[in-house]
């Protein structure tokens, strides 16, 4: 049998057989000899008794899939599709063709609606007993949002985890200090007086008188500069200072603060030796 021959009024043995993929790799999607009786069997007992209850068209877009290309879409090991005994169907509402469906009393041995991708999967088996089941592929799309949220909610801790560290970090960074500035002012009056020399009754005149004056002003002066400067650095200018002075102070010692420590030890001996030897 040709693929471009009809399997029934609406559908043809090509379009029951179509794999993208399978002509994108080169692959034979060509069904065998049960494969296509199974494949006759979906087409004229299930798909085109409901394609007439339904009314319009009906788009088949995976039928019959060899192994190798059921591998290669993702398929099922051992899926009906390689077995010619189911499609997936296309139409612009999944839902009312569903319905159809289960108001027809058709035989069928599985209708799982895929809801997300918007298409239905029907099977049917030629030999064995069909199942009639009704599946909804729900699992997917509520693990999925489950999935999402949790996503939200882990970003939502990151996010406060790092706006802490922020702050933390900010609150030691800089210390701010402000350039105040004292002036001190003092005003003093200098007089310088010569006198003549005595008269006969003693009394002296005033020669000459100089007067000496200068200011002295004391101001407290705020300039308004901020001057910054970070906490580390601070501190360890802090410690360097404080080092220095007092490798400064060692440095700096007289060598008299030995003399006078021997010789205050030897007076002390002196003294004990002379008691102890007086009594």
Excluded: W
Aim: glycine fraction near 8%.
């Amino acid at each position: 049998m040709k693929k471009g021959e009809r399997l029934s009024e609406h559908f043809r043995l090509e379009e029951m057989c179509y794999s993208r993929t399978g002509m994108e790799k080169g692959i034979d999607n060509t069904p065998g000899r049960e494969a296509l009786a199974a494949l006759k069997y979906l087409v004229t007992g299930l798909l085109e008794p409901l394609r007439k209850l339904y009314g319009k068209p009906v788009v088949v877009t995976s039928g019959f899939r060899s192994e190798e290309v059921n591998r290669l879409v993702g398929g099922v090991p051992g899926s009906q599709h390689t077995r010619g005994e189911a499609a997936d169907c296309y139409v612009p509402d999944t839902a009312e063709l569903l319905a159809v469906l289960r108001q027809s009393g058709l035989e069928f041995d599985q209708a799982i609606h895929y809801r997300k991708r918007n298409f239905l999967h029907l099977s049917l088996k030629k030999t064995g007993k069909n199942r009639m089941q009704v599946l909804l592929r729900l699992f997917a799309l509520v693990f999925l949002l489950s999935g999402c949220g949790l996503s939200r909610q882990n970003h939502r801790q990151e996010s406060a985890v790092r706006l802490d560290s922020i702050r933390s970090s900010n609150a030691e960074t800089e210390v701010l200090k402000k350039d105040i500035r004292l002036i001190d002012t003092v005003a003093l009056n200098l007089q310088r007086i010569v006198y003549f020399a005595p008269d006969s009754v003693g009394k002296q005149y005033p020669k000459s008188v100089t007067t000496l004056q200068m200011d002295r002003s004391r101001q407290l002066t705020d300039t308004g500069k901020i001057v910054a400067h970070r906490q580390t650095d601070y501190a360890g200018r802090h410690t360097a200072e404080t080092f220095s002075r007092a490798e400064a102070c060692r440095t700096s010692r007289s060598p008299g603060y030995l003399f006078c420590g021997v010789a205050l030890l030897l007076a002390l001996s002196f003294f004990l030796y002379k008691r102890l030897k007086s009594g």
